[in-house]
């Protein structure tokens, strides 16, 4: 950020006045630009025993598999936003249910935010940012070609969970390795600490 | 927004090329200002009996309650943001436990997350932003005095739950009303519909 949105003067970092961080400040009008992390929401959808993945058609990585997910827009909810890009990105329709995941990413500041939904019918195809689109039966998911690791984190915790039949929510965060970015952390809140563990697709 | 933050010139409004929604665009070097809702992260920190409040000593309701809880900030994690906010405007140090309530606000294009907490000791004060900083037992919550309708409500659904012992994940929408500020309304997911209520305070 180097011009106001407001007043198009050159714009300074510093820490506002009863503030404890640097922010973006201008010069001419005194305007602060914040800037704080974006919410990114998506489904599982489910379809009997398969789950819809989608081939992205856009990077990063392209030709990856992932869940229909994007960032909420404003205006809307959680769940709307949910099966909006569920919509856009795969032509599924869904019924939202619970929020599965719930994924804080600091070293790109997102919050995912991803929802078990049930598909409504088989009419789903690919949107302008899918290469394709199709569902899984969990013995067949690419996990060799999955796009995010909070993506391919998720799918584990699915899987897993749906062997017991319970789909509690699972908060936690994934947090990069400092000294090697194909690797990463993930913690779930109340599940003990974990290793290091490669990006997939890297 | 009227200028580019990037390199200054002035922005319009149109849908980018492969979008559905109007974005603000340079002319110049046509980048896309995305504009995405906020996350809100608090805290309900208990103690025994009782939980804390705030008394705010800032607009917007400078002098109602609330509960300790402010925008998240870039390269932390929500249980990072709501420890810190409740620092910050309680000096209060708390054990962040489960997620508790997850409201979108789609009218100010924010998603309220507020967290059950536990408070480390009694050691709390007012912040900056705050003039009061106390404890209340549930007869003692002037409900005419609370801020926010996304904290009222979480209030009165904790208070609910506290009777059963179980604090289930609520997960909802407040919309305010097209044809009066004054009232908003609340739709917890899988709690059916609820009615228009008045905003607290006004």
Redesign the interface.
């Known amino acids: ?8 003067a ?2 300074g970092v510093r820490v506002p006045e ?1 503030d ?2 640097p922010r973006h400040i201008c010069g001419a009008c005194g305007t602060i ?7 990114v929401v998506g489904c599982i959808p489910e379809w009997e025993d398969q789950i819809l993945l989608c081939r992205r058609a856009i990077e990063p990585r392209y030709g990856l598999w992932t869940l229909p997910a994007g ?10 936003g949910a099966a909006r890009e569920t919509l ?1 990105e795969a032509h599924a329709r869904v019924e939202v249910l ?2 599965y995941t ?1 994924f ?1 990413l ?2 790109i ?1 997102q ?1 995912y935010m991803l929802f078990r939904s049930r598909l409504l019918d088989l009419g789903f195809g690919p949107g ?1 940012e899918s290469l394709e689109v199709r569902l899984f039966d969990e013995a067949e998911v690419p996990w060799r070609e999955i796009a995010f690791p909070v993506v391919k984190e998720t799918l584990k915790i699915y899987f897993a969970d749906r062997r017991t039949g319970r789909f509690p ?1 699972r ?1 936690g ?1 994934i947090v990069r390795a400092p000294d090697d970015p194909r690797r990463y952390r993930i913690r779930v ?1 109340g599940g003990g600490p974990a290793g290091w563990v490669p990006v997939p697709g890297s």
């Open positions: 950020m180097n011009y106001c949105s407001q007043c198009g050159e714009v009863g404890n961080r630009h914040y800037q704080n992390p974006k919410v960032f909420m827009e404003r205006g809307e909810t959680t769940h709307d856009e619970d929020l719930l804080s600091p070293h500041d919050v302008a929510l908060l965060d809140h």
